[in-house]
């Protein structure tokens, strides 16, 4: 950390080697998804960390620097999602526009983790990412005021595609028994999507990835999945799949038997061009493999 604040220090006093400049800078897949369904097509957005990338373990590199310093506005998820990148955003917003999603949202509306801590993974619960689009939107207004009238209807727009996708989860999730509503992922990235929709989640590890998980972890989530049941275990595309193979056999070790479900996006969306690219599409993918493994 210490030497990556030392390269950016350097980049803003002295200026870096060359970069293109970009419009709007994001730090994740998310957060870019969100951005590029507010603007028109011709202003550039583009992300820091691609798909399958995991934020929470993301180091900066020095080509980062430069791209941080020439962007025209930066936006990110807030909350410490960015882990390592906190403090340069701090030192940046000082000198740019910089906006966090997460600043639409009040502490009592956020799942506290620890002491002043809350869960990042705001953006599952449609709902409140809503909210926070909606903020994001007063913030792109502000900054590209020629594109109100653009930015509005497609807010609007985006605000009902949110609702649908809302509303389809809720009628689907609500013919599942009670009994049947869990669901064990690779690390705690769903508690926002089980709060809004009625499902108990059970990370291996915790919110970050950066977490370590021991036997007593392991030993817990076997028991969890043959208390309740569970006929799938879901791996994670941005976090490796390690610990979850470890955790099925665990489970076979108890005497129990589960499958490992097709990959979910958690912090990370899909690779460009597919369905998946977008939070609603991201969102209908998981959803879907969450409901079969209900059957």
């Not at 011709?42 to 820091?48: K, M, Q």
């Not at 291996?204 to 049941?229: H, N, P, Y």
């Not at 193979?245 to 996006?265: D, H, N, S, T």
């Not at 958690?266 to 599409?281: C, F, N, R, V, Y």
Request: hydrophobic share 45%.
């Amino acid at each position: 950390m210490r030497k990556f604040l030392v390269l950016a220090i350097a980049a803003m006093t002295f200026g870096c080697a060359p970069e293109p400049s970009i419009e709007v800078l994001c730090t994740t897949s998310v957060v870019a998804d969100a951005a590029r369904q507010l603007l028109p097509e011709d202003i550039a957005v583009e992300a820091l960390m691609q798909s399958n990338i995991d934020p929470h373990s993301y180091k900066p590199v020095e080509s980062d620097v430069a791209k941080l310093s020439n962007a025209g506005l930066i936006l990110h998820n807030g909350l410490h999602l960015e882990g390592k990148m906190t403090d340069i955003l701090e030192k940046l917003g000082k000198q740019k526009p910089v906006h966090a999603m997460s600043s639409a949202l009040s502490n009592h509306e956020l799942i506290e983790v620890g002491p002043n801590t809350y869960d990042p993974h705001i953006w599952f619960d449609l709902k409140l990412w809503e909210r926070c689009v909606g903020e994001l939107s007063f913030f792109l207004i502000d900054q590209f005021p020629e594109h109100t009238e653009a930015i509005e209807e497609n807010a609007m727009n985006y605000f009902e595609a949110l609702l649908t996708a809302h509303d389809e989860m809720i009628l689907a999730i609500n013919v599942v028994p009670d009994s049947m509503r869990a669901m064990v992922t690779a690390h705690d990235a769903f508690s926002y999507f089980g709060r809004a929709y009625g499902i108990e989640v059970h990370g291996l590890q915790g919110v970050s990835t950066a977490a370590e998980f021991g036997i007593k972890d392991m030993t817990e989530s076997a028991q969890f999945i043959l208390d309740r049941s569970l006929s799938t275990v879901f791996i994670e595309t941005s976090v490796n799949a390690k610990s979850i193979e470890a955790l099925q056999e665990a489970v076979v070790q108890k005497g129990g038997e589960v499958r490992i479900g097709e990959a979910l996006y958690s912090d990370a969306l899909g690779e460009k061009g597919t369905p998946e690219a977008t939070l609603i599409g991201a969102f209908k993918h998981n959803t879907a493999q969450l409901l079969k493994s209900f059957n």
